[in-house]
Each structure stands twice: as C-alpha cells, then as structure tokens.
C-alpha cells in the first residue's frame, strides 16, 4: 500500500501540536518537525524544538506496516532494568505516533568514524555491559525466536539476494548445501541458552551520550526483541554490518562477555562452545543481512545498503575458513558469489 509521506507528516504535525499544546509545553513559534533519521523500516522520526528549548522526538510508525505497541512495552522494561532507552511521552496507537525524549543524534557509528581507539573500547566495553544488563530482563511473552523465525530470516539470502540481486540460479546440489547450512544454523541457535535479544543492536542503534566514556549507551530500535540465543546481540555488535573490528579486539571483547555471561548465569561453557555459537550465530544473522541489504534496494529503492553488502559477505567467507562443516559453502561463496558480487559492484 502506497503511503502519502506528505500527509502523514502534516498529520503528525498536527498531532504534536495538539499534544505539546495540552501539556502547556508548546513547540517553538516557527519550529517545524524536522527529520532526524530514518531506517530501514516504514518508520520515521523528527525532531522538534520547544518553548523552553528542549527537544522532543515525535515518531511516524504508519499502521499497520509498523506497530508501536511492542515499542512502548518494551522501553518499558528496558527503563526499569536501569538502560537508557527514550521515554514514551505519548503515544496514538490508531494512528501511529509517538512522542519520546530525544537521546540526541550522534551514533556510536559516528565515532567509529573518528577513530579514536581510546575511546572506542571504553565505550563498546559498556555496549556490552548493556548486554549483560538486558539479559536480566525477563524475555517471558516476547516472541521466540523459533525455528520458523531463523529459517525465515536465512531465506531472504536466496529468495532477494542470491534470486535477485546477483541473479544466482541454484542447481540441486546447491539448494542441498544450503539446506544444510540453513539446518547447521537453526540447531547451533536453538541449544544455545535463551534470553532477552534486542536483535538490532549495532553502531547504528547505539547513542552517544555525552562525553563521559564510562556513559552507557542510548539504546533504540528494540521494538523487534525477541527470547532468543545469549549471543546474538554480542555478534550483531561485534560482526557489525556497518564496520569491521580487528580480530584481536573483537576476541578480547568476546571473552570477556563470555566470563561475565558464566558469572551471571551459573553456568560454565567452554570458550570453544561460546566461539562457535557466537561464529554460528553471526552467519545465520549475515545470511539474513545480505537478504535484507538486496530487499531494501530492490523493493524499497535504498541502493544505499548494496554498499554494505561486500563487508556481510566477507564475514560469511570468513567464518566458513574456520570451521570444516562449512568448507564447502565456502567454496560455493568462492565460486559462485564473489564473481557476481564483484560484477554488480563494478556496474
């Protein structure tokens, strides 16, 4: 269904008028809502400035593609478990718009990008910490993150990805090797010890807030939580889609989680065990990636994410390097999808 963005967001205007006027906290004579991001979903946000010379950030989540009742239950929880997530000021579930605190608008990305080691591993030291933090919040009545659910996230790698943007066609062979990569994936994931996933936690969900490194990031996009795998937002963090860590750091940083994991938990999995559920779970999260990467540019009209392809790819090449049970999807990457890769990159 096609949306008129131009009305919404005069709706939307509308609507934050209406609901800042009411609280006797006026918008700013002559500040309009300004975008402040968008994503890969339907949602939009803006930023507003008001009266007082604070900002709000007021949310378009377009019914019914987008549902901000997950959203508004789960900052919820996040805020009782002590994380910096954004306050729901006010919310019209009908309609599809929110009100919340504006955490600002610089991205750990954004760091990444200056490039200041110091400051880097302080703050993904306490990224991780906010994992740790996050999987003491009960997962009961989230969605589980099942079978059907990995399975139908690895799906998008053949169905947009291998289909449709590199126009792969498989053979028999090749459906099989897949198949049981898809399978090697969901059993690695489903004995893993379960727990609150946020399931987007990367560079680009993480706010910078304020200067201190010893800050807490701001954490958003969690609508989409799910009780599943412990390591499955370490390895969204780490193996960003959006930047490559060098391996040693990115080691350290596993086990250093995995020590705390043990603690917290009670139990002791060898540092082999966590490395492969770890290694596993990035594949079936890359394989989805690259699906989702290919859908925002063909269907959605992103081609900005066809450049964060490549690196999504390497992290699939490169976990297959290291563990024989993937040798020969590895060479299948090789053979078959680095060259058309490296075709549609030089169109």
């Known amino acids: 269904m096609a949306l008129d963005k131009s009305k919404r967001l005069q709706a939307l205007t509308d609507w934050a008028r209406g609901i800042t006027r009411a609280q006797g906290i006026d918008i700013a004579p002559g500040s309009s809502l300004a975008s402040a991001s968008d994503d890969a979903s339907f949602r939009r946000y803006f930023r507003a400035t008001l009266v007082d010379g604070t900002t709000r950030i007021f949310v378009d989540a377009p019914p019914p593609m987008e549902d901000s009742r997950p959203f508004v239950r789960i900052a919820k929880m996040l805020l009782v478990a002590g994380l910096d997530v954004p306050v729901v000021f006010e919310v019209d579930y009908e309609n599809g718009f929110m009100m919340l605190t504006d955490l600002g608008n610089e991205l750990y990305f954004h760091r990444l990008a200056a490039g200041d080691g110091a400051e880097i591993e302080a703050r993904y030291r306490q990224a991780i910490r906010a994992i740790n933090v996050m999987q003491s919040v009960p997962a009961e009545g989230l969605p589980r993150y099942d079978e059907t659910l990995l399975r139908t996230e690895m799906s998008l790698f053949t169905d947009w990805f291998l289909a449709k943007q590199v126009a792969i066609s498989l053979d028999?062979?090749?459906?099989?090797?897949?198949?049981?990569?898809?399978?090697?994936?969901?059993?690695?994931?489903?004995?893993?010890?379960?727990?609150?996933?946020?399931?987007?936690?990367?560079?680009?969900?993480?706010?910078?807030?304020?200067?201190?490194?010893?800050?807490?990031?701001?954490?958003?996009?969690?609508?989409?939580?799910?009780?599943?795998?412990?390591?499955?937002?370490?390895?969204?963090?780490?193996?960003?889609?959006?930047?490559?860590?060098?391996?040693?750091?990115?080691?350290?940083?596993?086990?250093?989680?995995?020590?705390?994991?043990?603690?917290?938990?009670?139990?002791?999995?060898?540092?082999?065990?966590?490395?492969?559920?770890?290694?596993?779970?990035?594949?079936?999260?890359?394989?989805?990636?690259?699906?989702?990467?290919?859908?925002?540019?063909?269907?959605?009209?992103?081609?900005?994410?066809?450049?964060?392809?490549?690196?999504?790819?390497?992290y699939l090449v490169e976990v297959a390097s290291d563990y024989p049970e993937l040798?020969?999807?590895?060479?299948?990457?090789?053979?078959?999808?680095?060259?058309?890769?490296?075709?549609l990159a030089s169109r």
């Open 327 to 343: 040798a020969a999807f590895g060479t299948f990457l090789g053979e078959r999808v680095l060259p058309a890769l490296g075709a």
């Open 172 to 314: 028999n062979a090749e459906r099989q090797l897949i198949e049981d990569v898809f399978a090697l994936m969901v059993r690695s994931a489903l004995e893993q010890p379960v727990a609150f996933v946020h399931r987007d936690y990367h560079c680009r969900n993480l706010m910078v807030l304020g200067d201190s490194e010893t800050a807490g990031p701001g954490i958003i996009d969690f609508q989409d939580a799910v009780a599943g795998p412990v390591t499955y937002d370490l390895v969204s963090l780490l193996k960003d889609c959006y930047h490559r860590f060098p391996a040693r750091q990115r080691d350290a940083w596993l086990e250093a989680f995995r020590e705390t994991w043990c603690e917290n938990a009670g139990e002791s999995v060898d540092p082999v065990t966590f490395r492969r559920w770890f290694d596993f779970m990035g594949f079936q999260r890359h394989l989805k990636c690259a699906g989702i990467f290919s859908r925002l540019n063909l269907r959605d009209g992103k081609p900005r994410y066809l450049g964060d392809i490549p690196l999504v790819v390497d």
